[in-house]
């Protein structure tokens, strides 16, 4: 499983892998810098969207031509061919002193994405981060966010078991990821318990979920990526040549590849590929992108 970096990207915090199958292509973020890339697994080329604000999750919609995006302060719909965005009902009042960050669809096609204190300035700098003010959201098209989970520091990791009755979350200020009962017919979760904590290699940052139902989840100061079993056992550690590693998805014709993203803040001299994608070929398929439904 040897990383390969395909896009020397220099972000300052690459985030929000997601694959999209039809389009044979990766998406994904640099929230600092206020973009969103499109990688094209053909071509091996990639086109970048500038944004006003920060870029922090991405998911498909049931609409092929449209993404849905969420900035530092909303959720809107973006079609990457035309550059065409729509807002969607879904703001945030307590931006800029609060900001979205890590996203994704459920099997039941809704948007779970959690908040936290805004530590990216109006130019992209890093600020420092305030603990426990972030909320975990569920968001239905046509409906209010809805508050799921309360004090938070900062969220990320959210993935879906492949039988849908397992709900993965993490906090990465307290260095854990959490696992909840999840109901897939109404799409509500059960309490939380402990799932993997206090890993001295770096903090959890966002996953990805494999067809075997063992989570791959990026170490962010920790420089690997650790795939763990679904009792919570570690069952192998990938070394990754940069030192934040922020989030990772399957992808690939048959879900077996492995995209994952870094970020170059704070970086040191030496990191010199820190900010860069890179790709696995792991011979374990993933599972595919929930889709958000606009219908």
Not at 212 to 240: F, H, S, T
């Amino acid at each position: 499983m040897e990383p390969i970096c395909i896009v020397p990207a220099g972000d300052i915090c690459g985030e929000a892998a997601t694959w999209d199958a039809s389009a044979n292509s990766l998406y994904w973020s640099d929230i600092n810098r206020f973009l969103l890339h499109v990688y094209d697994a053909d071509s091996r080329s990639t086109r970048t969207h500038l944004f006003d604000e920060p870029v922090v999750a991405i998911s498909l919609t049931d609409h092929p031509d449209l993404l849905l995006v969420a900035l530092g302060s909303q959720l809107i719909l973006f079609n990457p061919a035309s550059g065409a965005r729509q807002s969607l009902p879904a703001k945030l009042g307590s931006w800029l002193d609060i900001r979205f960050n890590d996203g994704r669809s459920d099997p039941l096609s809704a948007f779970w994405i959690g908040t936290m204190g805004n530590n990216v300035g109006p130019n992209g700098e890093v600020l420092p981060v305030t603990e426990g003010r972030g909320v975990l959201y569920r968001y239905r098209n046509g409906h209010a966010l809805e508050v799921i989970e309360t004090g938070i520091g900062i969220p990320n990791t959210l993935c879906w078991s492949p039988d849908s009755r397992r709900f993965y979350f993490g906090d990465s200020l307290k260095n854990e990821i959490r696992v909840y009962d999840y109901d897939p017919q109404s799409g509500n979760i059960g309490a939380g318990a402990s799932f993997f904590s206090g890993f001295e290699r770096g903090l959890p940052d966002g996953s990805a979920m494999d067809s075997e139902g063992y989570l791959w989840n990026c170490r962010y100061g920790g420089g690997c990526v650790v795939r763990i079993a679904p009792n919570g056992i570690i069952d192998k550690i990938i070394e990754i040549p940069a030192e934040n590693v922020t989030t990772c998805t399957f992808g690939g014709s048959d879900l077996t590849t492995l995209y994952i993203t870094t970020a170059a803040a704070e970086r040191a001299p030496e990191d010199r590929l820190a900010g860069s994608l890179f790709a696995i070929e792991t011979g374990i398929r993933g599972m595919p992108e929930n889709m958000f439904s606009l219908s």
